[in-house]
């Protein structure tokens, strides 16, 4: 059996962009080998389970229905069959110290595929590879026959980098269904995602259902509409609108949420944010505030005035008082609801963008804090994140929370996920504490993603190609075995539905996927753009909502002498770019894109689009001219 060595396999990897993909798999694994035949399948595969487990068996059920939906029968035996193309799959007997928990090993021959794995996790990931080789459906003759499926015979040894491979989605700014989320769930399933980070409650909304205080739901759950971008552009509510719009989880579809994560390997999260963040909380409860004020939950109206450098000043309250008796009281049962509907390891408490001024400016917690010898918030915050951690431990679970909470001193035992930069995980790791790293200049999923002319702009930018450039071990880490992983974060102030979730989470959690679980070494950005192009096919196939701003042209202005000129750019050499400057449109008539070219004065707008094989293939971009000149660099 002829097999590629790894110098020709890079070198062909180098080449990759004038040559067709070996493979379309991401996150890319850790090796792959093709050898001579393949695999033709015409109608199906025997199934044949190699190993007694029910988790196992009902994998193969999941496997099997969404195979049917690609035109491919799986038909499981136990017995087996002379001459039958087969799917074997088993755990190994003996464990492979390399493929870990969650690494597997995968073998197609033209007779069929073995995967093994040493746990249903490495299976489940080993499945994930596997409906990546096969198209994304059935491809018909010009006489309407159905023909066979070809699969390049090959050798898959994979496993991943990290444990922790995380996605967050924030239900609160806009609440999401239970299918809706089970569908975020499938698609992060796909790209061997293991960590759903639930941000379940903030200002605008608490979304989970705790017995012990319904009002949490009742009157939390719940606010007046608002239509337009958050901030200034939205009233505040007044006391006599009612409150329609949100909605929250019952426990009942909190555990089944949480078992149809688990069937796809996949530990989901919670977030109760505290102390910060609680205006909610406090609409329902507002004894558990310093002020006590009657208060509604914010619709996404201003009610915070940031002055840069992370410093802010809160204009409604919206912190827990952590001087009360109290609000530890609350917690503690609330936190014991929580531990009791999720069974994974971590509770996250928040404890991001907390405001001391009402603190700071009341008599009795100030003498509270004279009393137990606190300084300043800081302090503060750090007496209540402590005190918070051994109510978390005292449920049997680990706490973890945003960097801030390491300030003025972290609690034991507590893990640190750090969004400000890496600043916060690598002090972390300093002090001896397990860290996710989630960056927000590398992972945060709301930043814009194209061009301004035809994207949300907000206060920052994440093209696809920073993303993909995520690595979650900074150079100088003392010890990066604390690092657990990382994740993306998908805040949805301007996210109202879940079509246009999945637009802002794909393909850029493609890239950050890929950084979790590919070793180092084998990241390619020109090669992952090629996999990402074959992959858009995929999610057109399931009407999947996915951003291709990686087809529009990058518009550079630049000043040449007394010039203003023009550079397109576009990453695919198949793709042509074509302009116009006169006003006039389609731009399909237009010039087509051959080099540099001047934009003379006038009152006129640039028009330019991308085309494949003569159609269109992303958005037409309109820049007029003045806007133009504000991009010279």
């Known amino acids: 059996m002829k097999k590629i060595t790894p110098i020709l396999l890079f070198l062909m990897l180098l080449t990759f962009s004038s040559v067709e993909a070996q493979h379309q798999i991401i996150p890319a694994p850790r090796s792959y080998e093709v050898s001579d035949g393949e695999l033709m399948i015409s109608q199906g595969l025997e199934l044949q389970q190699l190993s007694e487990s029910e988790e196992l068996k009902k994998q193969l059920d999941l496997f099997s229905a969404e195979f049917k939906k690609m035109g491919i029968d799986l038909d499981m035996t136990s017995i087996d069959s002379s001459g039958v193309k087969t799917l074997k799959i088993g755990l190994n007997e003996i464990a492979e110290d390399t493929l870990g928990v969650e690494g597997y090993n995968l073998v197609i021959e033209p007779n069929g595929i073995l995967l093994m794995a040493n746990s249903t996790a490495g299976t489940f990931n080993g499945l994930q590879t596997l409906k990546q080789l096969f198209p994304a459906k059935r491809e018909v003759s010009a006489e309407g026959e159905i023909l066979p499926v070809k699969i390049p015979s090959c050798?898959?040894?994979?496993?991943?980098?990290?444990?922790?491979?995380?996605?967050?989605?924030?239900?609160?700014?806009?609440?999401?269904?239970?299918?809706?989320?089970?569908?975020?769930?499938?698609?992060?399933?796909?790209?061997?995602?293991?960590?759903?980070?639930?941000?379940?409650?903030?200002?605008?909304?608490?979304?989970?259902?705790?017995?012990?205080?319904?009002?949490?739901?009742?009157?939390?759950?719940?606010?007046?509409?608002?239509?337009?971008?958050?901030?200034?552009?939205?009233?505040?509510?007044?006391?006599?609108?009612?409150?329609?719009?949100?909605?929250?989880?019952?426990?009942?579809?909190?555990?089944?949420?949480?078992?149809?994560?688990?069937?796809r390997n996949i530990t989901i999260v919670p977030e109760i944010d505290v102390p910060g963040h609680s205006m909610a909380l406090l609409a329902a409860y507002p004894q558990y505030s310093v002020n006590k004020e009657f208060k509604q939950v914010n619709p996404g109206a201003k009610f915070v005035d940031w002055y840069g450098n992370g410093k802010f000043k809160m204009n409604i309250e919206n912190t827990l008082n952590p001087a009360d008796p109290a609000v530890y009281a609350?917690?503690?049962?609330?936190?014991?609801?929580?531990?009791?509907?999720?069974?994974?390891?971590?509770?996250?408490?928040?404890?991001?963008?907390?405001?001391?001024?009402?603190?700071?400016?009341?008599?009795?917690?100030?003498?509270?804090?004279?009393?137990?010898?606190?300084?300043?918030?800081?302090?503060?915050?750090?007496?209540?994140?402590?005190?918070?951690e051994k109510i978390i431990s005292s449920k049997g679970k680990k706490m973890i929370g945003w960097d801030e909470i390491l300030e003025g001193g972290l609690a034991?035992?507590?893990?640190?996920?750090?969004?400000?930069?890496?600043?916060?995980?690598?002090?972390?790791?300093?002090?001896?504490?397990?860290?996710?790293?989630?960056?927000?200049?590398?992972?945060?999923?709301?930043?814009?993603?194209?061009?301004?002319?035809?994207?949300?702009?907000?206060?920052a930018d994440l093209s696809l190609k920073k993303a993909y450039s995520f690595e979650p071990i900074p150079d100088f880490v003392l010890d990066p075995e604390l690092i657990l992983g990382g994740q993306g974060n998908l805040w949805t102030e301007e996210i109202p539905s879940i079509s246009f979730a999945f637009y802002?989470?794909?393909?850029?959690?493609?890239?950050?996927?890929?950084?979790?679980?590919?070793?180092?070494?084998?990241?390619?950005?020109?090669?992952?753009?090629?996999?990402?192009?074959?992959?858009?096919?995929?999610?057109?196939?399931?009407?999947?909502?996915?951003a291709k701003t990686i087809y529009e042209p990058e518009v550079r202005v630049y000043n040449e002498g007394r010039k203003l000129m023009c550079e397109l750019k576009n990453p695919f050499s198949d793709i042509e770019m074509h302009y116009t400057i006169d006003n006039t449109y389609p731009v399909t008539f237009g010039k087509k894109y051959e080099g540099p070219f001047e934009l003379p004065a006038g009152n006129y707008s640039l028009r330019v689009q991308s085309f494949r094989n003569g159609k269109a293939i992303e958005r037409l971009l309109q820049i007029p001219r003045k806007d133009l000149e504000s991009r010279v660099k």
Do not use: C
């Open 155 to 263: 050798i898959i040894q994979d496993a991943p980098r990290f444990g922790w491979r995380g996605l967050m989605l924030d239900v609160s700014r806009h609440f999401f269904t239970v299918d809706e989320v089970k569908a975020y769930l499938d698609q992060m399933a796909e790209f061997k995602f293991n960590v759903f980070h639930w941000h379940l409650t903030d200002d605008q909304g608490w979304r989970i259902e705790i017995k012990t205080f319904p009002k949490l739901t009742e009157v939390g759950a719940w606010r007046v509409e608002r239509h337009g971008k958050f901030g200034s552009e939205r009233a505040a509510p007044k006391k006599s609108e009612k409150a329609t719009y949100g909605g929250f989880y019952t426990q009942e579809q909190i555990k089944d949420v949480v078992a149809y994560a688990a069937e």
């Open 330 to 388: 609350f917690l503690d049962m609330l936190f014991g609801e929580i531990a009791d509907l999720f069974p994974g390891e971590y509770i996250h408490m928040g404890g991001d963008e907390s405001y001391h001024g009402y603190w700071e400016e009341d008599a009795k917690v100030q003498d509270f804090m004279a009393k137990n010898g606190i300084e300043d918030g800081k302090g503060l915050q750090s007496y209540f994140v402590k005190r918070v």
């Open 412 to 459: 034991d035992g507590a893990a640190v996920m750090s969004w400000r930069g890496m600043k916060g995980g690598i002090e972390a790791v300093g002090l001896g504490h397990k860290v996710v790293m989630t960056p927000n200049e590398f992972v945060y999923l709301d930043f814009t993603q194209g061009d301004y002319s035809v994207e949300n702009k907000i206060y």
């Open 504 to 546: 802002m989470t794909y393909p850029r959690a493609m890239a950050i996927s890929e950084s979790l679980w590919s070793p180092k070494k084998n990241k390619n950005f020109e090669d992952f753009l090629q996999r990402t192009d074959a992959h858009f096919t995929r999610f057109d196939q399931k009407g999947i909502n996915v």
